[in-house]
């Protein structure tokens, strides 16, 4: 399998990209990092390194564990992280950092994927369109706190007030679900497989990449898989850039993973 990477901060002063992506030869991995700002007194590490930290465990349980299912090591990488600041930081607290996965395997002739959170997976079929698999809950209830949080002063004590209010519906039946400190949340994740021999391609995609479609609609997915193919990641996330200013929209991190060949381990 080949893989091209590109990911893009969002170039905000003071903070980090808190994307993820990497690859081994059979898997590839995308997180997209989650937290309000100035909850640093909650976790002292941030969330640019729970992001690294469980795509890092990720990659090293696909690597070395075949027979699992993808909802186990995601279960068990998020429960090595959380360990790993249990005793440090208030990782239970609503606030702490969190992370939405997507994650591509190859295994057996399948391509097996999983998504949890609203990152996004497209898979390019050559005989018929892309099918994208997204997780639709935590984008339903945002929906209903958008119009408070643009009617907020961005950074104020009302904005992150709702804020906070949004993120405590993570991790609930009612709510969404993200990876953060319980290894349950795994097993609500989107998960399925498809066959290598019907595909051309496969992408995975942070929030701030998938806007391309899902916000600004300069493309449909089938367009944004030749765009890869021919021009790469970065193309997709230059267009993003220029939507974003063109409407005045705040910047996000953006990560896009494009895997092709998918037939060679």
């Known amino acids: 399998m080949r893989v091209a990477m590109t990911s893009v901060a969002a170039g905000r002063a003071g903070r980090v990209n808190e994307d993820f992506t990497g690859a081994v030869p059979t898997a590839a991995v995308l997180i997209d990092g989650a937290g309000v700002p100035g909850s640093e007194s909650i976790c002292r590490h941030g969330v640019a390194w729970h992001a690294s930290h469980l795509g890092g465990s990720l990659l090293s349980l696909l690597s070395l564990v075949r027979d699992r299912s993808l909802s186990a090591l995601l279960a068990e990488a998020i429960e090595r992280v959380t360990d790993d600041h249990r005793d440090t930081c208030d990782v239970a607290n609503p606030i702490s950092p969190s992370a939405t996965v997507a994650i591509l395997r190859l295994s057996g002739g399948l391509i097996e994927y999983l998504v949890l959170g609203d990152s996004v997976l497209v898979l390019d079929r050559a005989e018929d369109a892309p099918l994208v698999v997204s997780d639709p809950r ?94 790469g990641p970065a193309e997709i996330i230059h267009r993003v850039r220029q939507a974003e200013a063109r409407h005045a929209v705040a910047a996000d991190d953006a990560t896009i993973a494009h895997c092709t060949d998918l037939g060679e381990a």
């Not at 953060?180 to 990449?209: H, Y």
Request: glycine share 6%.
């Open 138 to 231: 935590e984008v339903i209830i945002s929906r209903s706190y958008q119009p408070a949080l643009e009617a907020a002063a961005a950074g104020s004590e009302e904005y992150q007030r709702l804020l906070r209010d949004l993120r405590a519906n993570r991790n609930r039946p009612d709510g969404f679900w993200v990876a953060k400190d319980d290894p349950r949340a795994a097993d609500e994740a989107i998960t399925g497989s498809c066959p290598i021999s019907e595909l051309a391609g496969a992408a995975l995609l942070s929030n701030g990449a998938s806007r391309i479609v899902d916000r600004f609609q300069l493309a449909g997915w089938p367009e944004v898989m030749t765009v890869l193919a021919t021009s």
